[in-house]
């Protein structure tokens, strides 16, 4: 059964920055494409970011191009998503998941291709 484990959120000002990481057991994660995504209540869950097996291909969601970077460690079966320059509109629940195939596309941005889910963590930004 894989797991996935999110952590690094909590609550902060407007302008800092955060780490969010991704731990991931069970399974090795070196062929899967990793995907962040977030959700406010009320909203559909949200792309944010996508990263693919190797961590040379990414996608970005426009409104946090310049301000998140995802990346992975194949090695420590981890994923992270730096976050800077925080916004309150970034506040939601942030979520990573994995995608079993290692193919990786746009379709890498939607949350239909992702098998294995994280429980979330909770990012709040104050203005």
């Known amino acids: 059964q894989v797991q996935l484990v999110e952590s690094g959120g909590g609550l902060v000002q407007a302008g800092d920055s955060l780490r969010l990481s991704c731990a991931v057991s069970g399974r090795s994660i070196s062929t899967y494409t990793m995907g962040w995504f977030r959700q406010v209540p009320g909203k559909e869950r949200e792309f944010v970011a996508t990263?693919?097996?190797?961590?040379?291909?990414?996608y970005y969601f426009d409104s946090v191009k310049g301000r998140f970077t995802v990346s992975r460690d194949n090695a420590k079966n981890t994923g992270y998503l730096q976050m800077n320059s925080l916004k309150p509109e970034d506040t939601a629940v942030y979520y990573c998941a994995v995608d079993r195939s290692s193919s990786f596309s746009v379709m890498s941005m939607s949350h239909r291709r992702y098998d294995y889910w994280g429980q979330g963590t909770q990012v709040t930004v104050s203005s």
């Open positions: 990263i693919n097996w190797s961590g040379g291909n990414t």
